[in-house]
Antibody, heavy 122, light 108 residues
Framework: EVQVVESGGGLVQPGGSLRLSCAAS????????MTWVRQAPGKGLEWVSLIYTDDNTYYADSVKGRFTISRDNSKSTLYLQLNSLRVEDTAVYYCARSHIEVPGIDYYMDVWGKGTTVTVSS | SYELTQPPSVSVSPGQTASITCSGD??????ACWYQQKPGQSPVLVIY???KRPSGISERFSGSNSGNTATLTISGTQSMDEADYYCQAWDSSTAHVVFGGGTKLTVL
């Protein structure tokens, strides 16, 4: 079965750090475009970061310089390092397998995990 | 930065057709996709590349995209279709993924 399972969320104080993990099964993260998306309580979906198969990475302006996306192909696991956390980073964080079939105009996410909750509070 | 605009809410009677719009500058020049999210659950892809349905998605879901507007259409709407729906596109100028604000579909 193709699936992803996120973990690593928790309660952290403002300014603190967390590392989120996303374990993939049924496919390899190294061979796929992967994305992190978050959803604050009662709010909509917000794109956070993506990593291409060539290791190019991109970040939303709201997290650039604080979050780092990476992966361990041997473990088929995607990571998101969260540093300098703020109260507004409180959200459920999802990872998703992603696709670009027509470069420049196409991007979609077909396999989503259940998410892991990050709460930033003093 | 590129923006996608959705109506906050849409209501439909059971068995009728629901249409949810997503507007963005020259959105028709990109591919749009749509996700369904039920309360307490993860998003599910229901339409990709404007009009394609992933395996397992009901034929009642269809999509179109032209000009500045993409539309998700749900025919023969059922109570199980009550959910939040999000459109999404790719902003090639910034290499960013963009989501619409979401539309809450209510089946009255």
């Amino acid at each position: 079965e193709v699936q992803v399972v996120e973990s690593g969320g928790g309660l952290v104080q403002p300014g603190g750090s967390l590392r989120l993990s996303c374990a993939a099964s049924g496919f390899t993260v190294g061979s796929n475009l992967m994305t992190w998306v978050r959803q604050a309580p009662g709010k909509g979906l917000e794109w956070v970061s993506l990593i291409y198969t060539d290791d190019n990475t991109y970040y939303a302006d709201s997290v650039k310089g604080r979050f780092t996306i990476s992966r361990d192909n041997s473990k088929s696991t995607l990571y998101l390092q969260l540093n300098s956390l703020r109260v507004e980073d409180t959200a459920v964080y999802y990872c998703a397998r992603s696709h670009i079939e027509v470069p420049g105009i196409d991007y979609y996410m077909d396999v989503w995990g259940k998410g892991t909750t990050v709460t930033v509070s003093s | 930065s590129y923006e996608l605009t959705q109506p906050p809410s849409v209501s439909v009677s059971p068995g009728q057709t629901a249409s949810i719009t997503c507007s963005g500058d020259k959105l028709g020049d990109k591919y749009a996709c749509w996700y369904q999210q039920k309360p307490g659950q993860s998003p599910v892809l229901v339409i990709y590349q404007d009009a394609k349905r992933p395996s397992g998605i009901s034929e009642r879901f269809s999509g179109s995209n032209s000009g500045n507007t993409a539309t998700l259409t749900i025919s023969g709407t059922q109570s199980m279709d009550e959910a939040d729906y999000y459109c999404q596109a790719w902003d090639s100028s910034t290499a960013h993924v963009v989501f619409g604000g979401g539309t809450k579909l209510t089946v009255l």
